[in-house]
């Protein structure tokens, strides 16, 4: 077994195929979740795993599981899996990178008559991004019990179309319950989204735990006037309100430095019109750090300054929070086995706490979990320029197919 291999160009192959599937003319992927592009890409992959032997089913958020039947089927499954949604300017690799790696584990048992005792799951999770839908990682947090099945189905897009009606007009609208069963382990390989494999020329990190993050939408409250006639003491224009409180959310990152981070990612004004002083203004407000004291205390800092900034202008804040999570632990069992798996296969490693959030830090709340992380170039993801190398996806599939092994046993 410890000669067993996966095929690189199959994998890269059936990666490049998929990324086909909302390919941008920068070379990036724009997915978003539940849309007909979406389906595109389940369908596809729920027929490779067809073709692969395994049976496949989807939840009522829509979360796909190809099953590998054991030798023991009986037993919880191993399980393995990520997303297929993009950001907008997305890549080829975040998401679709654990998707694929997972099937090619398949793909390399089947190839070499392995039967393993447990049997193997390779899951695709819904709306993972949160660019589209918020929370991020609904389908992963359905699954776990950390949202409720009614309230993910009711979440809206912009434009008002509810997750439960796209998963119905797309077809993947499932009966089973989330959740509910049994997992023996979960293992997700990804890409890092950051610099620190890279830089230090190491091929597969073995991630420990994810920091954690508070996420916002906050809403400024002015009053709506003519641009040329309202002297400035009299205004209450809610963008340069949220503007203030805007460079606090960065401050407040910078005061925690060097591990908080914090984005601004949206901003949108009403009535959005050159000659008139908005009534409105709209921000969202992403904020992580791996301590959940220092979390807590950013958080603090960013109502209080809001709350501040409001009042001196005469201003409403309304903050809401769509989501959060605490940094997460993975389990010591999973990390020893990517840690092995990454020697025995003699590739270079190192541990390392991840920054982005991925669907492995809910699974961790209802199974043994672990990640194995790949470098990515210039640490750039979210982005169309994201981009892997051949040798790292294969390495980093390699290091899944023999920590699964481990905790699913050969027949
Ligand atoms: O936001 C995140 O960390 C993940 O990429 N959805
Ligand atoms: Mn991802
Ligand atoms: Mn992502």
Redesign the pocket.
């Known amino acids: 077994m410890e000669d067993l291999r996966i095929d690189s160009d199959r994998l890269w192959a059936s990666l490049m195929e998929m990324a086909r599937i909302g390919a941008t003319p920068a070379g990036g992927v724009c997915r978003l979740a539940l849309t007909d592009l979406a389906r595109e890409s389940r369908d596809l992959f729920i027929a490779w795993c067809e073709e692969a032997g395994c049976a496949t089913h989807f939840d009522a958020v829509g979360n796909i599981f190809a099953r590998r039947a054991g030798a023991d089927d009986a037993r919880a499954p191993v399980m393995t899996g990520s997303h297929l949604d993009t950001?907008p300017t997305g890549g080829k690799f975040?998401g679709a990178y654990g998707v694929i790696a997972g099937l090619e584990v398949v793909r390399t048992l089947n190839e070499h008559g392995i039967q393993t005792v447990a049997p193997l799951e390779v899951a695709v999770w819904t709306n993972?991004?949160?660019c589209r839908f918020t929370p991020?990682?609904a389908g992963s947090g359905a699954f776990a019990g950390v949202y409720d099945l009614d309230h993910v189905l009711a979440r809206r897009d912009e434009s008002g179309v509810s997750i439960g009606a796209e998963l119905t007009r797309i077809g993947y609208a499932g009966d089973a319950r989330p959740g509910a069963r049994p997992v023996a382990a979960y293992f997700e390989a990804h890409i890092e989204?950051g610099p620190v494999l890279e830089a230090e020329n190491t091929i597969i990190g073995v991630v420990t735990g994810g920091q954690g993050?508070r996420s916002y939408e906050v809403t400024v409250s002015g009053q709506e006037a003519h641009a040329g006639t309202t002297p400035m003491a009299v205004r209450r224009d809610a963008l340069q309100g949220a503007v203030r409180m805007i460079a606090e959310v960065d401050r407040i990152a910078h005061d925690h430095a060097p591990q908080a981070v914090a984005t601004v990612g949206m901003v949108s004004t009403k009535p959005n019109s050159r000659n008139t002083i908005p009534g409105t203004a709209f921000f969202s407000a992403?904020m992580r750090h791996p301590d959940r004291g220092i979390l807590d205390a950013m958080d603090a800092e960013f109502r209080r300054a809001c709350d501040d900034i409001a009042r001196a202008s005469g201003l409403g804040a309304d903050i809401v929070e769509v989501s959060r999570y605490q940094p997460v632990a993975f389990d010591e069992t999973c990390i020893a086995a990517v840690r092995a798996a990454a020697g025995r296969l003699g590739y270079s490693h190192r541990d390392i706490v991840s920054?982005?959030?991925?669907d492995a830090c809910y699974l961790a709340r209802v199974a043994p979990t672990g990640m194995i992380f790949i470098p990515c170039e210039n640490g750039v993801?979210?982005a169309e320029i994201e981009n892997a190398t051949a040798a790292d996806v294969a390495a980093g599939c390699n290091v899944l197919l023999h920590a699964m092994l481990e905790f699913a046993g050969r027949h």
């Open positions: 950001q975040d993972e991004e949160g991020s990682m989204q993050k992403d920054g982005a959030g991925h993801s979210h």
